[in-house]
């Protein structure tokens, strides 16, 4: 296997785009991509896209097609490939990627996540987002995703010291982080207070609690480490990727508080780079809710279980912090933008890595991502490092 | 949600019926035709569950998707049976009588309809028993 290296990334604004559509929104970020690798598109051998729901969304399939053809690549041919595990699609389409390049079977190869979720209303937006945990079984009975979260955090609260104001502290972290991110969908600081006097979505999860719906793309180029010269000075090594599932349904789970594919795809992550907890120097997490925060700190282990709130509470996971979290604004900050999600937590550690994350940037040489699929389905977790 | 995708459950979502592994003997629900510990050397039959369990967690849906908007608020948990599965539903009480730990049994309610003149989708919920 071959080492792969990072050596471009771009993102677009994380927002309301009502005026950009869905393969513009692609195009722009993936031209930040190249432009910012150095490379030109004839250059590219592959394209991987992560989408969540583009049919349902803006009732486009055939994404790797439209991908392609409006980054002007459909003339020369390059293959490309849509890539779907629900909010972990983008995570999951980076890792198409870096397997490609490490096999040897492709060399310079994008990895890209893309969704265009305004364009429908909020009632339809959570129906498909439901859809990311078990239609038959849960959606059926009137689940939501707040509302699948939000089970989650009674069953944890139930059986570990968190309380409501810790859980809060996620959210006003995350938004102090967003609010030093020029892409970043809310860049207004917030206080304990707004999280708990908002309104109740699905108890004991507040709006605040709640990762926005978003439209936004990202992309970042991969290459052999090999010929990483080639493109830049500061290429981004790919020290792990893992990947695990578990069961569909949350009600299925072992443990309802434990995303035991978060534990098996972290510890895969620190054995394949050889490292632990303690190397590393920030993370981008999944909070699609305060609580998946808080689960996400201690399955990957850098706390024990029921430990994460007061953590957070201390500022232990803060800017500065000894483990920052989240340093983007995180999903509920930065805002959600399902199947990009993935890609741009894998731009905000090369960011941070290179030294260009600005009034966020913290002192760094490994960091790591996790993205999570429905409510814990798939994980993806990756180790980067310079 | 389309008819045929609706009908074919009616056996499991009206009458609370699962699978057993008659192999390691554990029992599902939501049914599954594929032990998932026993895999191919299991072997399942039907089962009809008793309809008795505790609410292992729950939540208050406030904001729901449009076909449930109109139901909001409602009382949404995971409920694990005497037999041992565990499944999501709505618990038909007030959202403070809510509480983990109840004791709950099934029973045959509404739960959706498409829209005004589309199914009717009709399912197991549960109410306290105590």
């Known amino acids: ?386 | 949600m389309s008819v045929s995708r609706f009908w074919r459950k009616i056996p499991q979502r009206y009458n609370l019926v699962g699978t057993q592994c008659t192999n390691c003997g554990r029992h599902f629900f939501p049914p599954r035709s594929l032990c998932p510990d026993c895999r191919r050397s299991g072997h399942i039959v039907d089962h009809q569950f008793n309809g008795e369990g505790t609410v292992v967690t729950y939540t208050v849906i406030r904001s729901a998707s449009d076909q449930f908007e109109h139901t909001t608020p409602y009382v949404l948990a995971i409920v694990e049976l005497d037999e041992g599965p565990r499944l999501t539903a709505q618990v038909a009480c007030l959202p403070e009588e809510a509480k983990i730990g109840m004791r709950v049994h099934s029973v045959f309610r509404r739960v959706a309809a498409d829209g005004e003149s589309g199914t009717i989708h009709y399912g197991t919920k549960f109410v306290p028993s105590e």
């Open chain 1, 1 to 386: 296997m071959r080492d792969v290296a990072v050596i471009g990334v771009g993102c677009t604004e994380f927002g309301e785009h009502w005026s950009t559509s869905f393969r513009d929104l692609f195009v722009n970020a993936g031209a930040l991509a190249l432009e910012d690798a150095g490379i030109s598109g004839e250059k590219i051998d592959a394209l991987y896209v992560g989408n969540m729901s583009a049919g349902r969304f803006v009732e486009q399939e055939h994404i790797g097609a439209l991908i392609a053809d409006y980054a002007g690549l459909a003339t020369k041919n390059v293959p490309s490939t849509r890539v779907e595990a629900a909010c972990a699609s983008g995570g999951l389409a980076f890792r198409q990627a870096v397997i490609a390049v490490a096999s040897g079977m492709e060399d310079v190869v994008v990895a890209a996540g893309v969704e265009k979720m305004t364009d429908v209303g909020t009632g339809a937006s959570v129906d498909m987002l439901a859809s990311a945990a078990d239609r038959e079984w849960e959606g059926f009975a009137g689940a939501t995703f707040p509302g699948l979260y939000a089970m989650i955090a009674n069953d944890y609260m139930n059986r570990y010291p968190l309380t409501r104001e810790q859980l809060a502290q996620v959210a006003v972290k995350n938004h102090e982080n967003g609010a030093k991110n020029p892409i970043a969908q809310f860049r207004n600081r917030i206080s304990v207070d707004t999280v708990l006097s908002s309104s109740l979505v699905a108890d004991p999860l507040r709006l605040f609690d709640c990762s926005p719906i978003t439209d936004g793309a990202a992309a970042v180029v991969v290459v052999p480490l090999e010929r990483a010269h080639e493109f830049t000075d500061s290429p981004v090594r790919v020290l792990a990727s893992a990947q695990a599932s578990d069961t569909i349904s949350l009600h299925d789970r072992r443990d309802i508080s434990t995303l035991d594919a978060t534990v098996a795809a972290g510890k895969r992550a620190f054995d394949l780079a050889g490292l632990s907890h303690k190397d590393i120097d920030l993370v981008e997490v999944h909070d699609c809710f305060t609580i998946a925060e808080i689960c996400a700190i201690e399955d990957l282990g850098f706390c024990k279980k029921g430990e994460a709130g007061k953590l957070t509470a201390e500022g232990v996971t803060a800017l500065g912090g000894k483990i920052p979290v989240n340093t983007s604004g995180g999903l509920k900050a930065c805002g959600h933008p399902v199947g990009a999600t993935g890609i741009k937590q894998i731009c905000e550690v090369v960011t941070q890595l290179r030294g260009d994350a600005g009034a966020r940037q913290v002192d760094a040489e490994i960091g790591m991502t996790h993205n999570v699929g429905g409510t814990g389905a798939t994980v993806v977790v990756h180790i980067l490092g310079v």
